[in-house]
């Protein structure tokens, strides 16, 4: 297993890692030829929480590239990201030509080399020469200890959510941030609370969240502006052709039936789970939400290049039935 | 008056409160030690693994008065021929030393605003005849720019001077370790490293790491040098339950402002040396020293500046072995003077190298001289007691037996005591328990000191020259050591209270001590 990448900017790495930010703690990095994988998930229970998929371009973050391993060439590591993040700070502040990152099964704990002969536990080491004011070259190493996924029952838990039976898509505006605002006020009140996404494409495209509290009130709060929704033509694809036919801007042939009420689509999730990815919606230059009939996704690119995607998935709750109440 | 010194210089002042605020971490206790030629501020933790030392030179005062003449013998020492020689200070350098409460001080200098205030002063009154208020007190008083003069007490407890001696004794070796090394052309075994090094560069380095890291390791090898700090890893069923980074600098030795770890010899292999210790105490070392160079900078104080950047703003540090202690100076202004020591890690796989090669001379004495000493409390039994002795001697059963006496005396259980001095009606102005200022704690009641009334002062001094070199000698059983505490203080109260009274007064008091005296006595003797 070997893991050799240099870059000399850190930009796009350090924003995509700073949106994942408040989501986790750890995240796994998972490296591969082509792209670089950033995922945060539960470990526990994959499907109930938001789980967030970062893809980047590996070639246009990192000027080197060295990874082989048994496994096609994959490396998959839990790291803490808080750490990770610290570090791409302290080089951004350096005057430094260039940040290496490596593999090492050495310990971080800076003893004399013990090896623990545990054999997932080892520490991605990055550093880089930085000259100081009084021009004295010193070189820094941070050696942040990581967790080799490399078992099977790790993998299992790491698959990239399939999108079945998409039912809507849209391209959310760069202004739509404001809704997340409006809705933060509505956090206080119950922790698990619940919100109701309501998306349909008569009246031109309408996208609402409905907030109820049993007994105490029932605000909807909608997006007034025009949306292009769509209605996929396949019941299932995958994200490329998703986010190429959104925009495309893809005039939609459908002749819509104002009318038609099973033209309305919902889905109940939790407003903590919709409400943590206000940041990524903010910062992201392209935002599509996908309604299928048990998710929820959004569907972001960091700048206007397809570098770096986002996705951001939201398993939706089964509307209650009158037994469980 | 016996002590007073004034600050006057707002950056003076700032560095004092940063001063007192640096020791206040290490220790619930900051020792004094008062001589003519400076005033030493010190700290050694609970664990006895890490000391600093702050020296103020007069200089550094705007006025500094010192007079030992009729000074109170608690808390006074002078040094010893030995010590003077190895110092190579003046015969007449009398040292008065005490502890005070940390907390105390570090309410009162805390978020100083020095900019405000035109001066603070502090005033000891060590003198015999002072009067029994202003003893033991230290006295500080501080007048702000809008003319309130502000006026503070706090009481003090004196104790031994305890010179920590690594720094002498590791100067010495660097010295006849350089001369060796240039005299015989191969390093010298067990050697004193050196170095010099820019504070900037781990400041920086210290800024960088996480603020949960414990652990520091200083790392010498293949001609470059390397600072790591650490956290020992914590794993619980192949998770992490502590999740440590480590982050390391790496420089070249030439980097370095000065060091002996480069001299390669021909055909030697490059030196290799690792130390590993605390970080806590270190960076607030790197604190300190840190912001004593920017209070200066922000003062505007073009002269020191200049200095300052000749020096290229470095401190030095001298270390040995693992196990050893590792010591930090730095003189960046030319007032003070601050000195870290700290204990380092063994490593486990060199340890059984080191005991061999310690063994061929007394380790104990080896180690005795680098340990960091607790505070010894000073306490003097006045040799003019007129009341107890006599009635002392005439309760004995064996009159014939007077030499017993002190002993007997000192080893009294305690209860008896506090009976007998409520007997009395004196004491009008006692003075200040200092063992209220430190609580029992253990570094105090391990060395708790005492003074024998017969015993002549030669013999005195000899003796407690003697206990300050082997601390480990058996003190009293622990029951016995309050009643010690209160004995001792007994005596002293009772001393003062009479001195200015007459010895008629004195001897009424006779009576009134005698059947408490008489119903005790002979159930204490062993």
């Not at chain 1, 000259?131 to 299992?156: C, E, G, Q, W, Y």
């Not at chain 2, 608690?74 to 940390?102: A, H, M």
């Not at chain 2, 809008?146 to 007490?153: A, D, G």
């Amino acid at each position: 297993m070997k893991l050799k990448l240099r870059t000399q900017n850190t930009e796009t790495l350090k924003s995509t890692l700073s949106l994942v930010n408040p989501l986790r703690k750890f995240i796994v990095l998972r490296f591969c030829p082509e792209k670089l994988y950033i995922i945060s998930v539960n470990g526990q229970s994959v499907t109930q929480e938001p789980q967030v998929w970062c893809n980047l371009k590996i070639s246009s973050i990192f000027d080197q590239i060295e990874i082989s391993s048994l496994r096609d060439d994959t490396i998959s590591l839990e790291i803490n990201l808080e750490l990770l993040l610290q570090t791409l700070r302290n080089f951004d502040r350096a005057n430094s030509d260039g940040l290496n990152i490596r593999l090492q099964r050495k310990d971080s704990s800076g003893g004399s080399g013990t090896n623990t002969g545990n054999g997932r536990t080892a520490s991605l080491a990055l550093f880089y020469a930085n000259v100081n004011a009084n021009s004295n070259t010193i070189n820094h190493t941070f050696r942040i200890p990581v967790k080799i996924l490399k078992n099977t029952h790790d993998m299992m838990l790491l698959k990239e959510p399939e999108l079945n039976d998409v039912q809507l898509i849209m391209k959310l505006p760069n202004e739509f941030v404001s809704i997340y605002k409006r809705m933060d006020k509505f956090k206080k009140t119950t922790n698990n609370e619940i919100i109701t996404i309501k998306a349909s494409r008569r009246q031109s495209g309408f996208l609402g969240f409905v907030l109820e509290e049993e007994g105490k009130y029932r605000v909807t709060i909608s997006w007034n502006d025009k949306l292009n929704v769509q209605r996929p033509n396949l019941a299932s694809m995958d994200g490329e052709s998703l986010r190429m036919s959104v925009l495309r801007n893809t005039t939609n042939s459908d002749v819509v039936d104002d009318n038609d009420e099973s033209e309305d689509k919902e889905i109940t999730v939790r407003l903590k789970d919709w409400q943590m990815a206000s940041k990524i919606v903010a910062s992201c230059k392209t935002v599509v939400l996908v309604i299928t009939s048990r998710d929820c996704i959004l569907h972001c690119l960091l700048d206007d290049s397809d570098d770096v995607e986002i996705i951001y998935y939201i398993s939706g709750i089964r509307i209650r039935n009158p037994i469980d109440y | 008056m016996s002590f007073v010194g004034v600050l006057d210089s707002n950056s003076h002042k700032t560095m004092w409160s940063r001063a007192v605020m640096s020791l206040a971490a290490i220790s619930d206790h900051i020792k004094f030690i008062i001589t003519k030629q400076s005033l030493s501020l010190s700290a050694v933790n609970s664990a006895k693994t890490s000391h600093g030392e702050i020296i103020f030179n007069r200089s550094f005062f705007h006025d500094y008065y010192v007079d030992f003449s009729d000074i109170l013998p608690e808390g006074y020492g002078q040094e010893t021929d030995e010590q003077l020689n190895n110092d190579g200070v003046d015969s007449d350098s009398g040292s008065y030393s005490f502890l005070i409460n940390s907390k105390h001080l570090a309410t009162l200098f805390k978020n100083l605003d020095a900019n405000n205030l035109d001066y603070i002063c502090f005033k000891i009154y060590w003198s015999v005849s002072a009067p029994e208020t202003m003893k033991y007190k230290f006295l500080i008083e501080i007048k702000t720019k809008k003319l309130i003069i502000k006026k503070y007490q706090t009481n003090y407890q004196p104790v031994f001077r305890n010179k920590v001696k690594v720094a002498q004794i590791y100067r010495q070796e660097l010295q006849s370790t350089q001369e060796q090394e240039e005299n015989t052309g191969s390093i010298v075994e067990n050697r004193i490293n050196h170095i010099s090094i820019e504070h900037i560069i781990p400041k920086q380095f210290l800024d960088m790491i996480p603020a949960t890291t414990e652990d520091f390791k200083i790392d010498v090898k293949n001609e470059k040098i390397s600072f790591s700090g650490y956290t020992k890893q914590v794993l619980k069923d192949r998770e992490y339950l502590k999740q440590p980074m480590s982050v390391t600098i790496t420089l070249n030795l030439d980097e370095l402002v000065s060091t002996n770890l480069s001299q390669l010899m021909s055909g030697e292999e490059p030196m290799k040396k690792c130390i590993n210790y605390r970080l806590k105490d270190f960076r607030n070392f790197l604190n300190l020293i840190g912001s004593f160079s920017s209070t200066s900078v922000s003062e505007g104080d073009e002269y020191i500046n200049l200095n300052k950047i000749d020096s290229g703003e470095s401190f030095e540090i001298l270390f040995k072995n693992p196990g050893d202690p590792v010591l930090f100076e730095s003189q960046n202004n030319p007032h003070v003077f601050i000195q870290f020591i700290q204990l380092t890690a063994k490593d486990e796989n060199t340890d059984a190298e080191t005991t061999n090669r310690v063994s061929t001379e007394d380790p104990r004495k080896a180690k005795m001289a680098l340990s960091l000493l607790g505070h010894t409390i000073h306490r003097i039994e006045r040799v003019e007691e007129p009341v107890s002795r006599p009635i002392a001697v005439s309760q004995l059963p064996a009159p014939s037996q007077p030499l017993n006496i002190p002993r007997l005396h000192s080893n009294r259980p305690s209860g008896r005591l506090p009976d007998t001095r409520t007997s009395v009606v004196v004491p009008i102005h006692r003075t200040p328990e200092p063992s209220q200022n430190i609580p029992s704690s253990m570094e105090v009641e391990d060395f708790v000191t005492y003074r024998k009334e017969s015993t002549p002062p030669s013999a005195r001094r000899k003796r407690r020259l003697q206990e300050m070199s082997e601390p480990s000698r058996p003190t009293p059983r622990k029951n016995q050591k309050s009643a010690v505490a209160d004995d001792t203080d007994y005596s002293d109260t009772d001393d003062e209270t009479n001195r200015n009274e007459n010895q008629n007064q004195a001897s009424e008091k006779e009576i009134s001590y005698g059947p408490t005296q008489l119903n005790n006595r002979p159930k204490s003797i062993f």
